[in-house]
């Protein structure tokens, strides 16, 4: 099956500083990324959506200058947490979903997790 | 808008019960809808789908019928293992049959199953 990989899987950084999440589909190109964030007990919230090529569209409530989303090739896209803080301090997912014969089809990175200190 | 609303848990079972995960759903037009599984320091995976009504979708003994009637999508299980413990997301996707491909996901049960 596909394969999307995250790096780092942990990350521990300083209030203030930039944190940059990278997604990966190994195996397949993925059209569009999407990068989610997961709060403890709570669902899965989408942040913004990325299409190869063309700039991220964002959800509602979130700040697409603090969240620097960049969907480099077909199998690349990055979170740029910048100035973090530790209110962003959360688990973050990302899926991709490629070129297939069923376009809902979402493969799902092992999430980030960011701890802002 | 669009909701999903699932079953809080957590729910703790003993090994070989039967498990229900209610879901039901909110949406315009025809949605898609999804059970996906989170294994402890995984990633999400699909386990399992329906695209239309009365459509049953199944896999690794896991079954859940889209029941237009009635908005739902309850997942079930006849006899749970240890190794089914996760946490259990509802989605559904929008548009129709689902051609949109956003997902909207429900708040996640955790299952805990013992020995």
């Known amino acids: 099956g596909a394969v999307v990989s995250q790096h780092p899987s942990w990350v521990i950084c300083k209030s203030g500083t930039s944190v940059k999440i990278e997604c990966r589909s190994l195996d397949f190109q993925a059209t569009t990324m999407f990068w989610y964030r997961q709060f403890p007990k709570q669902s899965l919230m989408l942040m913004a959506t990325s299409n190869e090529g063309s700039k991220a569209t964002y959800e509602q409530g979130v700040e697409k200058d603090k969240f620097l989303i960049n969907h480099a090739s077909l199998t690349l896209s990055t979170l740029t947490v910048t100035s973090a803080h530790p209110e962003d301090s959360s688990f973050y997912i990302c899926?991709?979903?490629?070129?297939?014969?069923?376009?809902?089809?979402?493969?799902f990175g092992p999430g980030t997790r960011l701890t802002v200190t | 808008g669009n909701s999903v609303t699932q079953m809080e848990g957590p729910v703790t079972l003993s090994e070989e019960a039967f498990l229900t995960i209610n879901c039901t759903y909110t949406?315009?037009?025809?949605?898609?809808l999804f059970w996906y599984v989170q294994y402890p320091g995984e990633g999400l995976q699909l386990l399992l789908k329906a695209t239309k009504a009365d459509d049953k979708g199944s896999n690794k003994g896991f079954e859940a019928t889209y029941r237009k009637e009635t908005t739902s999508f309850h997942l079930e299980k006849g006899s749970v293992q240890v190794s089914d413990s996760a946490v259990y997301f509802c989605a559904l996707s929008e548009g129709y049959g689902g051609s949109q491909g956003n997902l909207i996901f429900g708040k996640g049960t955790k299952l805990s199953v013992k020995p």
């Open positions: 899926s991709a979903r490629g070129r297939q014969r069923f376009s809902y089809e979402q493969y």
């Open positions: 949406a315009t037009g025809y949605p898609s």
